[in-house]
């Protein structure tokens, strides 16, 4: 190894001169060096006490099943009723409404061989839509779908924006559940769901289910996360009269923060394409992994339906105007029809295009700093590109950013 003063250059070099300029300017050196050490210590040391509460915060709830009651004392009980229930079932109208003759914008009707779909928008004074959607999966029975609904594990490997998702806790005496869900979409900021809900079957093997938002103290407030403070869900799975399908009609009702003409563009662009998605999954689960922990604890804390309910709900079945329903809702693929399997062509450009100026809109209305002229001019903008897509009822564009979750 050559010696030390080779490798610096000389030993004139920090030989003091007549000046006394070498020595001192290795002191200088020394204290800048000095200086920016403090600075990257103090600096670590500030970003460690950060970080150190939300990994306390995340460390409990790794097992939480393991070392949460599960008695009538977790005070959590409450959360979801059966006067929850009674009022999902009246605004549901399983097989007895028309909600085109109750004001509902009809938003899309697609459908193919396996699965259709039909959705209703219902605009609210000063908030987003409220969606009510059909979906008749062919071949399927309703345990099965139930299963794939609830197997939050499951979706994390099919839908590309739930990145994580973790139960908090659950009462077995009211079935009850509470979970913490994070959902990343492009350039938007992820979002986070502190959601609690419960389910619910019925005597001919129907099951309802009610979700709500909700605090959890496993689950504090995030800087990094928008907490979504509404989502109001719930769906019923019943058989189809006559036919080897099962039907799930949902009421969705939620605000992610987005700007609401972006969400709601989104989602007629977007809806088709990941109820295609959707089903190639569900096509997929039987041949899944055994039970998950989602489904094992849902299996465990699900409920009779009340007696009550039960014959309002055979009552309506019953009823004249559930026959016209059914058909109305059943014949949801003759709008239009579309195979999912030609959603995987290569994009065009008039599709690259089309994505990029989505892309653009979300970032420029998302913000929500932006006047009225430049949202109208923007709206109208994305209205005139999308047009031609509307009237071939082709299904383009980026489906997971903005699809509710539970539909």
Known sequence: MPPLETILGATELWRPTARGGGWATAAALLLLLASHLAVLLVRRYRRGRLIQPETAAATPAASPAASLPSGSSTGIEGLVTEDDLRQLVSSLGVGAREPELEGWEPVIAMGNDTVSYKAWCDKTKDGPPKYLSVTTYEGCSTELLRDFYMDNEYRMEWDNTVTKHEQLQYDENSGIEIGRTIKKFPILTPREYILAWRVWETNDNSFYCLVKECEHSLAPVQRKFVRVRLLRSGWCIRKVPGRD?????????????????????????????????????????????????????????????????????????????????????????????????????????ETIASGLLLIGSIVCLSKGRSNLGAQLAMAFFLKKTFKKDKESGSPRGRTDATVPTHL
């Open 245 to 349: 399908a099962c039907q799930i009609t949902v009421l969705h009702h939620e605000d992610n923060g987005m700007n609401i003409e972006m969400a709601k563009l989104a989602f007629s662009k977007g809806i088709w394409k990941y109820i295609c998605k959707m089903n190639n999954a569900l096509r997929r689960y039987p041949q899944h992994r055994g039970a998950s922990i989602s489904i094992l604890t849902m299996r465990r804390l699900i409920k009779k339906f009340p007696q009550a309910l039960q014959t309002s709900v055979d009552e309506s079945h019953r009823s004249p105007a559930n026959t016209a329903a059914s058909a109305v809702v059943t014949n949801t693929n003759s709008p239009g029809t579309s195979s999912c399997k030609q959603l995987g062509k290569k994009p065009t450009r």
